[in-house]
Each structure stands twice: as C-alpha cells, then as structure tokens.
C-alpha cells in the first residue's frame, strides 16, 4: 500500500472516503466495498481521507482519537487498499461540493466507483452528501455505493460510541464495534524497574496523549511483540501508580505471563480485553503483589 500526503493523479481508481477514525466496523464496510469493486473490475482501491479530523479545523478542538495515524494506516492496509491519500483537509475547505467531486476526484482520478458512508457530507457548508454523489454518478462516469449503518446488537456503531464506551472501561463493547481489540503500539522503554523487585517485571510503553482517555485501572490483555509470531497474555496498568510513585505522569506497564526476555526498545502491541480493576494506592508492596497475584488468577 503507498501513502501520499497530496494528491498525484491515478485514473480508474474505486475510492472510499471518510475519515475512518477507529476503522470500525461500518468503517470496514465502506471501504471493504471499494476494494472489493475493485478487484472484481480490476482495477486499484484508494481511501481519500485527512491527515487530521475535520473538527480540528472548524472548531480549533481535536477529539480524542481511537487509533494513532500509523495504526489507522495499519488498519487500512489489512483491508486491502492499495493507496492511501492523507489530504491537507484546511487546503480544500472552501470548495463547494460540485468543485471538490470535479476538481479533485474526477480530476486526479477519474474513479471507476465511490463509497461512502450514508451519513458522509462533504463540500463547503457540508453541501455535498450521498444524494449528491448519486445524482453525479451517471454524468461522471462511476458507480455510488452508500454503506448503511452498522448496529452491534441495538447500539449503532459509531465512532462517537467507541470513544464513549472507551471513556467508560467497557472495552468489551467497544470492542464489538471495533471487530477487532482496541490496541496501543509502542516502543518498550526503560521504567523504575520496581515490577522485578516484587517478581512482576513490566514491559512500559507511552499511552499517545492523542488517544481517547480509558480509566485508570488494571486490564487484561494480549501482547504482540516485534519479530515474534506468538501473542501472550498479560495484564497491563494504565495510570499513574499511585504506590510507587507521587508523579502524575501517566504510563503504561504490561506484566506479560511466562515470559522473562528483555525487550527494550522493540515495538509491541497491547490489545485490551476487559477492565479488571480500578487503580488504587496500596499501603505497601507487599499489599500491592498480593493483589496483582489475585489480577492474575482473574483473567
């Protein structure tokens, strides 16, 4: 898959666009459909999206992400796309729906098909929509297809409910709407190194400050590490550990079970399963390792 950061012109692409926060599963859908047109026309499938959300620039506020950038690309990438266009979303903000479609995607790509979610607007003032898009369809030459929204039992799936149930530490249900485990990547750095005193060695990675806030607390997990083909389980507390240290800094240290390599400096992946506990401050390390041993026989 190759990533352009601006756009390049490539004709006959099938093209899903949205922004794809979290690449839920509704998300997974839409540009499931335009890579499926495109191998059965055979021809290439592009996600036309941005480098940040649109919220960004209208209200000068980010939300809280589900997946750092390098991990929606990540996600992307497993659903087959062959190009990935990160537009620059403040360069096209004025044009007018009839202007974006022409000038920017019948332009560069003379595209052979379109997806996009039943709720997409786009164009200045938000004037171009999934009526829009059909009613242009036959006079540019492509196929439209509006992906309705996708439930999880009677819930809709969103990215505004992801982030909710995230907030809330019910990562089963995210989890759901997900179709896949919500997951953070990191580099293993170096901590206090406390966790061996108490016989609980911790892999330690950045929780990314753009992501949405899951509680302080204690989870089970599953940790895929760089070079090995293997998952294992782990527990993992995100937080500020509250026995140990008086800082406020927030971390996060996965004890990963039956495992003693040192891994410093390798990338590894944290997939959440469920929220065990809250985090508290305990009276002592002893208090604490008795009850990591009990989080353990939990999961």
């Known amino acids: 898959m190759e990533i352009f950061k601006e756009l390049k012109k490539i004709p006959n692409l099938s093209l899903a666009l949205g922004y794809f926060d979290g690449v839920h ?9 335009a890579v499926d047109f495109a191998k059965q026309h055979n021809t290439k499938s592009a996600v036309i999206t941005f ?24 996600r992307i990438k497993q659903l087959g796309v062959d190009y990935i266009f990160e ?19 019948i332009n560069h ?20 929509n999934s009526n829009f898009l059909e009613q242009n369809s036959k006079k540019f030459g492509y196929e439209y297809f ?13 990215s505004t409910a992801i982030r909710d149930f995230l907030f809330e530490g019910d990562i089963e249900r995210a989890n759901a709407m997900l179709g896949y485990k919500f997951t953070i990547t990191g580099t293993v750095i170096e901590g ?54 008086s800082e406020q800094k927030h971390s996060l240290e996965t004890h990963i079970l039956d495992f003693d390599r040192d ?18 401050k305990f009276s002592s390390l002893d208090a604490l390792k008795e009850q990591i041993i009990k989080d353990i026989k939990s999961i």
């Open 146 to 158: 509006e992906l309705q929204a996708k439930k999880e039992g009677l819930h809709e799936i969103s």
């Open 192 to 245: 206090q190194k406390l966790g061996r005193q108490i016989g609980f060695r911790t892999a330690n990675i950045n929780y990314p400050r753009e992501l949405v806030d899951i509680p302080f607390g204690v989870y089970s997990t599953i940790v895929k590490i760089e070079n090995d083909d293997n998952f294992y389980r782990g527990i993992s507390n995100f937080g500020t550990r509250p026995t140990v240290s």
């Open 25 to 33: 599963k509704g998300h997974q859908a839409v540009i499931g459909k």
């Open 51 to 74: 480098t940040d959300h649109p919220s960004c620039y209208f209200y000068k506020l980010c939300p809280k992400y589900i997946l750092t950038k390098e991990d929606r690309e990540y």
């Open 109 to 128: 790509f003379t595209p052979s098909a379109i997806s996009t979610g039943w709720n997409h607007n786009f164009g200045y003032n938000q004037s171009g």
């Open 263 to 280: 891994i410093y400096g390798k990338n590894i992946q944290v997939e959440f399963l469920k929220l065990i506990r809250q985090e508290k």
């Open 87 to 105: 537009l620059d979303f403040e360069s096209i903000s004025g044009l007018t729906a009839q202007d974006y479609l022409k000038d920017v995607l």
